[in-house]
């Protein structure tokens, strides 16, 4: 089946400093990935659809400038939050749609980060 | 964007029992809505889909029904193992592109 890869699976940071979280399509090709957050107990939150060879599109209300997307590849997106601080402490995951697929066909997600800003 | 709405409360059932999830949305039908189940700590993986103008879908034990009249989804576990202890996540497409948008989801816990 569909495999999507995430790393790291967990990441502690200071303060400040920047994290980048990559995700992969291991065994098909992905145009379009899409990048969430999710606080315990509640839903997944869509923050931008990484489309491979152009820009991010962000939902409202999430920072362009510190949450960096690079969909560099047609299996490689990544998500780099700059100057972290402790409220951006979440558990982020990707997810990815076959490019032989269709807009309808199911999402494949990775296993998610476990990110943690001290 | 919808509201959608999935028993916060986590359903607590007998093994070999049936159990039975709501999923509710507010505003326009979509033109489908899929299910997914999480376990803790990782992403989710899915399950079914249901378009707008089916009924019924059914997977193995997994029934969904579709009801665009009630705006409501039911999803269905059939003799249940403890090994379908999980989160179920309802999520609906939003826009032409595919883009969904998940309900919280409701724990199952299945005891032997």
């Known amino acids: 089946g569909a495999v999507v890869s995430q790393h790291p699976s967990r990441v502690i940071c200071k303060s400040g400093t920047s994290v980048k979280i990559e995700c992969r399509s291991l065994d098909f090709q992905a145009t379009t990935m899409f990048w969430y957050r999710q606080f315990p107990k509640q839903s997944l939150m869509l923050m931008a659809t990484s489309n491979e060879g152009s820009k991010a599109t962000y939902e409202q209300g999430v920072e362009k400038d510190k949450f960096l997307i690079n969909h560099a590849s047609l299996t490689l997106s990544t998500l780099t939050v700059t100057s972290a601080h402790p409220e951006d402490s979440s558990f982020y995951i990707c997810?990815?749609?076959?490019?032989?697929?269709?807009?309808?066909?199911?999402?494949?997600f990775g296993n998610g980060t476990r990110l943690t800003v001290t | 964007s919808q509201k959608i709405e999935q028993n916060s409360e986590a359903l607590n059932i007998q093994e070999g029992k049936t159990a039975t999830l709501t999923c509710n949305y507010t505003n326009y039908s979509p033109a489908y809505l899929q299910w997914y189940r999480q376990d803790p700590g990782r992403g989710p993986v899915f399950l079914l889909l249901i378009r707008e103008n089916e009924k019924e879908k059914r997977k193995e034990r997994l029934k969904v029904t579709f009801d665009t009249t009630l705006k409501q989804s039911l999803f269905h576990i059939t003799a249940s193992q403890p090994a379908d202890s999980a989160t179920y996540l309802c999520?609906?497409?939003?826009?032409?592109?595919?883009?969904?948008?998940f309900g919280a989801g409701t724990q199952v816990v299945v005891t032997p």
């Open positions: 997810s990815a749609r076959d490019r032989a697929g269709s807009a309808d066909s199911p999402l494949h």
């Open positions: 999520a609906l497409k939003t826009d032409s592109w595919g883009k969904l948008q």
